[in-house]
């Protein structure tokens, strides 16, 4: 099982369009993967809604792909709420991590990656090596949230097959 999250609260975002990408993928590859966005979840307090993505999704997954735009030089802080407001013992410990950043600018959230990974290993997970900035995304997807670059296509799939095999 492998959990994706969009790791934003921004309504139509680019991030949660990347999101739905690396699902449409995964089902492709017969992968049993499930996604969901912070849009709309209240993640600043440990509740119902939290109570039932740890149950449902977070603790029954050992491998979860974070799509992470930027925000002020790294990921949004909605994103740590969830990792704070959770069983980090059952949610976190011990799984296996595929790291992606969104930006509009030319460094694909690196910043954000790389503070992710440090949260991640305090956390006790295991982080893929194989981190995708995605850069100057309005440039990389068009409207419709199609990736129009044949080359990210390429490196997203190589990701991606390299994290199924993790």
Aim: proline content about 3%; glycine content about 6%; charged content about 20%.
């Amino acid at each position: 099982m492998i959990t994706i999250i969009s790791g934003t609260n921004r309504k139509d975002s680019r991030t949660l369009q990347v999101a739905n990408y690396y699902y449409n993928f995964l089902k492709q590859q017969q992968q049993d993967v499930y996604m969901f966005s912070l849009e709309g979840l209240n993640v600043l307090s440990r509740n119902e809604q939290i109570l039932q993505i740890e149950n449902d999704l977070l603790i029954p997954s050992p491998k979860i792909i974070f799509i992470m735009p930027e925000y002020n030089g790294s990921f949004p802080g909605v994103l740590k709420a969830l990792l704070d407001n959770t069983d980090i013992r059952k949610c976190w410990w011990y799984k296996k991590a595929l790291l992606v950043g969104v930006a509009d600018g030319r460094g694909g959230n690196l910043r954000g990656i790389e503070h992710m990974t440090n949260i991640l290993h305090y956390l006790r997970m295991n982080v893929h090596y194989n981190k995708l900035p995605l850069s100057r995304i309005n440039e990389e997807m068009d409207a419709e949230g199609h990736f129009i670059n044949q080359l990210t296509l390429k490196a997203i799939e190589e990701q991606l097959n390299g994290f199924i095999e993790y």
